[in-house]
């Protein structure tokens, strides 16, 4: 199951970075299978594997505190192997549960900022900004929403699809070039969170000329995720992925680059919204 899941991860498969973080926490209970004979061996081997989960996406705020979170709250507290499965069989519960619990409370609190009518425009894929969004149209609210296509994965056709499932929301997609033809419609951008560290913010690669164009134009742009994805003491790494994303037959003499984030200053947003409440 870790092995797996770490592939998963390193694969990108799973699109959602607290969805990462929760499949991350659940991949350890495979430790609960393996036979231990003394209390240091059964650590050592949650340390070592809680490391490779974390190292398997660093750009992964939540998933970091979620492995950390996991470590700090075990090694050093039981006293028998049994006990120490036992404990981390409570404490991969109590992580999801607050990674989860988490999530929808940001997602509600984001809600109470969109109003009956609002155009709103979104970028890649985030099931904090699609549960913020399908709140709000549950409440009443009768929405429309721009979607990019978030190339070269086009992760925005995944996010047009289940936005396509929720009454009382209205989806347009466009190509990421015309953002500034959608955002001229817009009442503000609402963008997930990767991480917020050291003064920027991290998230999908084209969130910077989006947010760029978006203050040209007075579009005001909230960002809404878990705390847990604002963090200190983290360093961010960029992940550059295949070059055929980008162009599937080789050019001699091209040089693909193709990064996945971006890196955004954070006072160029307008709102950060978290389950922790709103920072303005």
């Keep these: 199951m870790i092995d797996e899941t770490v592939a998963e991860i390193r694969a990108m498969r799973t699109h ?30 949650l340390e070592h594997n809680a490391g490779v989960l974390r190292r398997s996406n660093p750009s992964h705020a939540a998933l970091h505190n979620a492995m950390r979170e996991v470590e700090r709250s075990i090694v050093g507290e039981p006293t028998t192997v049994e006990g120490a499965k036992q404990l981390l069989e409570d404490v991969i519960a109590r992580v999801v549960e607050d990674v ?13 900022r969109i109003v ?13 900004v699609l549960e913020s969004i399908e ?13 990019t296509e978030a190339r070269p994965r086009t992760l925005g056709r995944k996010t047009a699809r289940a936005l396509a499932g929720m009454d009382r929301v209205d989806v347009r997609m466009v190509v990421d070039g015309a953002m500034g033809y ?13 991480c917020i560290t050291g003064g920027t913010y991290y998230n999908r690669v084209g969130t910077f000329p989006l947010v760029v164009t978006a203050r040209e134009l007075g579009v005001p742009v909230t960002a809404v995720g878990s705390g847990a994805k604002t963090i200190e003491e983290f360093r ?3 992940e550059f992925r295949d070059a055929v994303e980008v162009m599937r037959e080789p050019v001699e003499g091209v040089e693909i680059e193709n990064p996945s984030y971006d890196a955004t200053p954070v006072g160029m947003i307008d709102t950060v919204i978290t389950d922790d409440g709103v920072m303005e």
């Design 182 to 194: 959608a955002l001229r419609d817009c009442d503000r951008v609402l963008l997930g969170i990767t």
């Design 100 to 112: 989860e619990t988490s999530k929808a409370a940001a997602a509600a609190n984001a809600a109470e």
């Design 135 to 147: 709140t709000a149209a549950s409440e009443g609210a009768h929405l429309t929403v721009y979607v």
């Design 236 to 238: 961010f790494e960029n």
């Design 16 to 45: 959602s970075t607290s969805a990462v973080a929760v499949k991350a926490t659940e991949s350890l209970a495979e430790l609960l299978d393996r036979e231990y004979i003394t209390v240091d061996e059964f650590e050592r081997d």
């Design 116 to 128: 009956d009518g609002d155009t709103l425009l979104v970028h890649d894929y985030s099931t904090t």
